[in-house]
């Protein structure tokens, strides 16, 4: 079983910035792509950006270079960090894995269980 925590969310003033950390742990083999979503109330959960084992990314048109993805794959750890935070910016914030098993047959996708940001106006 492998489990993400998500970590660095919280309140912010329009203009801000935010580091968000998603470390995972469990029985992983290793860990093909890791990204990054965000879900408003009421709203469907949306890619903000991946990153593969590799270091290659691919961003939502929305990001408009205020986020930038990257990992520590020695420490299974990913990140999202954020500049001059909008009120739109507001929603939760999860994090997603690909973990390969231990038989290196298959893959597992996990997620964590969110951390909300919140931006004032």
């Known amino acids: 079983q492998v489990q993400l925590v998500e970590s660095g969310g919280g309140l912010v003033q329009t203009g801000g910035a935010l580091r968000l950390c998603c470390a995972a742990s469990g029985s992983i083999v290793s860990i093909n792509a890791m990204g990054w979503y965000r879900q408003a109330p009421g709203k469907q959960r949306d890619l903000i950006a991946r990153?593969?084992?590799?270091?290659?990314?691919n961003y939502a048109d929305f990001v408009k270079g205020r986020f930038t993805i990257s990992r520590d794959n020695a420490n299974n750890t990913v990140y999202l960090q954020i500049h001059r935070l909008k009120p739109e910016d507001t929603a939760v914030y999860y994090c997603?894995?690909?973990?390969?098993?231990?038989?290196?047959?298959?893959?597992?996708?996990?997620w964590g269980q969110g951390t909300q940001v919140t931006v004032s106006s």
């Open positions: 997603h894995a690909t973990v390969l098993d231990t038989t290196g047959l298959y893959t597992y996708d996990y």
């Open positions: 990153i593969t084992r590799g270091g290659s990314t």
